[in-house]
T-cell receptor
Framework: GAVVSQHPSRVICKSGTSVKIECRSL??????MFWYRQFPKQSLMLMAT?????????EQGVEKDKFLINHASLTLSTLTVTSAHPEDSSFYIC????????????FGPGTRLLVL | GQNIDQPTEMTATEGAIVQINCTYQ??????LFWYQQHAGEAPTFLSY??LDGLEEKGRFSSFLSRSKGYSYLLLKELQMKDSASYLC??????????WGAGTKLIIKP
């Protein structure tokens, strides 16, 4: 149990385009989903927390107009990187919390974004 | 402020035992987590401690002392595949996870 999927696993795009990343909890209902970013050899950085049906809470320094988060259902959250630039190239990882273990976050496999 | 401390890097030998320590200072405490992260992959959940004591799960055990703000992850019978980063994270009073920087564990034959 507690499986989280992410799609796509890898994406390459041109500068200025937008990229959407999907995060799904496959076998449980995720009351809360989290979006992280991780640069090479660095720690996980929390970008935002989203609860189903409400607006996401963004961490300080994360532009909410650039990183659009939609948590439309208890099993799906999306992150859209708008007008992507090379500095947005990173490893984006979602996690979900819910089901039988209300405390534990289970991570998706991550999406590697490369902006040219 | 909130702070999680763990060693940056450790080296151990295949077949041996290694203990990775984590100390924390957070506003409130609602549990401590250990995650394993292989290079280029997302973290995977290893353990959750909310009460003092030792939790054993196969070759991995996790210990917590809330009064000391201290935890350790114990890995026995080390295998080469255990080479990874081990992340300590504490859930604070707001149920937010505060992450340590991770300990890179290198296993040598």
């Amino acid at each position: 149990g507690a499986v989280v999927s992410q799609h796509p696993s890898r994406v390459i795009c041109k500068s200025g385009t937008s990229v959407k990343i999907e995060c799904r909890s496959l076998d449980f209902q995720a009351t809360t989903m989290f979006w992280y970013r991780q640069f090479p050899k660095q720690s996980l950085m929390l970008m935002a927390t989203s609860n189903e049906g409400s607006k996401a809470t963004y961490e300080q320094g994360v532009e909410k107009d650039k990183f659009l988060i939609n948590h439309a259902s208890l099993t799906l959250s999306t992150l859209t990187v708008t007008s992507a630039h090379p500095e947005d190239s990173s490893f984006y990882i979602c996690s979900a919390r819910g089901g039988t273990s209300q405390e534990t976050q289970y991570f998706g496999p991550g999406t590697r974004l490369l902006v040219l | 402020g909130q702070n999680i401390d763990q060693p940056t890097e450790m080296t151990a030998t295949e077949g041996a035992i290694v203990q990775i320590n984590c100390t924390y200072q957070t506003s409130g405490f609602n549990g401590l987590f250990w995650y394993q992260q292989h290079a280029g992959e997302a973290p995977t959940f290893l353990s959750y401690n909310v009460l003092d004591g030792l939790e054993e799960k196969g070759r991995f055990s996790s210990f917590l002392s809330r009064s000391k703000g201290y935890s350790y992850l114990l890995l026995k019978e080390l295998q080469m595949k255990d080479s990874a980063s081990y992340l300590c994270a504490v859930m604070d009073s707001n149920y937010q996870l505060i992450w340590g920087a991770g300990t890179k564990l290198i296993i040598k034959p």
